[in-house]
């Protein structure tokens, strides 16, 4: 395969076959895949309300398949196609209801993927259900996985704990429908696409799973839910999509999209950033030797050495090792984050001396000898 014919450049749509397109891609190129595929829903004649309005189902010949198999063959190709394009620490997000989901995952698996989670996406405002034979349908489930069990995936789990108000973020996702505004529209009133995703529960994967700059691909790009995301957030991203209708309501709408400034996107975690050696703060005179440190509770006391150790002495022993060696032996625990249990006295105040290492990596713009 020609160079040129590898060469698509990011921030675009291509209207064409998702399997062929990505064939196209340079191997490991992208960073990130959100794929909403055909759902295989095998609906079977109209569904009506109890008004007897018809409901507006996806009925559309994207979603028809022959056989169980023909969808797992389906299944296969295109799933081929997006592991050879994705960078070995990449991950791909799969999209489904119990109509596809579990085969889906069973596929992945099969293929090398390592599932990291599976997330239940529920809906505060589902469709009910309208013939009452089963529990109302209110939720799909995401799959979330890394090309490999070894790769070195993103994970941005500090944006993910602010997002949530400083708690771990979940697994269960309470999200809406797009509806109202958000919901397109054509000509003549009705939904440009049968399952178009709200903005919301694609500002969660992207901000979780990526970074400023990287490149999402989108096999299934519809109406372009994940790159109107992308670009608010500064990512860059690739749409493949078969219907030139969508594809032109997509254009229209990701053109109207204004991105946030660079400074209010980024999602650095505190682990990607630079390592600063305890001793540095010593080394830059932010602690003294002899300095002494406590917890937040002012329970343990430890003194600062000049090599960067800390020593605590009581009755029976002298202890002396690394911050976290210190702080773990101290309350006999298997380990201890010390920049953050170890608190220096600031104005009367206990303040974390991962503080003054905030001050080393902002003095230095993030770059640490």
């Not at 799969?94 to 997330?119: A, P, T």
């Not at 994970?155 to 108000?165: G, H, Q, R, T, V």
């Amino acid at each position: 395969m020609s160079s040129q014919k590898r060469t698509l450049s990011t921030d675009s749509i291509i209207v064409g076959d998702c399997v062929k397109t990505m064939q196209a891609l340079a191997p490991e190129s992208v960073d990130c895949i959100f794929a909403d595929p055909p759902y295989n829903l095998q609906l079977g004649g109209d569904l009506h309300r109890p008004n007897n309005s018809r409901v507006d189902g996806v009925d559309n010949d994207w979603d028809q398949f022959e056989s169980l198999k023909s969808y797992d063959d389906f299944t296969r190709e295109w799933l081929g196609a997006a592991r050879e394009v994705l960078k070995p620490d990449g991950s791909i997000w799969v999209i489904g209801s119990y109509h596809n989901i579990f085969r889906l995952g069973y596929i992945l698996q099969d293929m090398g993927f390592w599932i990291l989670n599976d997330i239940v996406w529920r809906k505060t405002n589902p469709m009910p259900n309208f013939r009452g034979r089963r529990f109302t349908n209110a939720h799909e489930t995401l799959i979330w996985a890394s090309k490999s069990k070894d790769s070195r995936y993103q994970f941005n789990y500090e944006a993910m704990k602010s997002l949530n108000e400083d708690l771990q973020m979940r697994s269960d996702w309470h999200l809406p429908l797009c509806t109202g505004g958000e919901r397109l529209k054509d000509v003549d009133g009705k939904k440009a696409h049968p399952t178009q995703k709200p903005e919301s529960l694609l500002y969660r994967v992207l901000l979780s799973s990526t970074k400023r700059d990287d490149v999402v691909l989108d096999p299934f790009f519809g109406t372009g839910t994940t790159g109107a995301v992308a670009k608010k957030l500064g990512r860059r991203f690739i749409g493949i999509e078969r219907d030139a209708k969508y594809a032109a309501f997509a254009r229209e709408r990701i053109s109207e999209i204004e991105p946030l400034e660079g400074q209010y996107t980024e999602t650095a975690a505190k682990r990607e950033q630079p390592r600063v050696p305890f001793g540095t703060l010593i080394e830059r005179g932010l602690l003294e030797p002899g300095a002494v440190l406590t917890d937040a509770q002012k329970r343990y006391k430890a003194t600062v050495h000049a090599d960067g150790s800390l020593i605590v002495q009581n009755r029976i022993e002298t202890m002396r090792g690394s911050i976290h060696k210190v702080g773990a032996a101290v309350q006999g625990a298997p380990s201890c984050n010390g920049w953050t249990f170890w608190h220096y006295a600031d104005g009367g105040k206990q303040v974390p001396i991962d503080a003054l290492r905030e001050i080393v990596r902002a003095d230095h713009g993030g770059s640490v000898a």
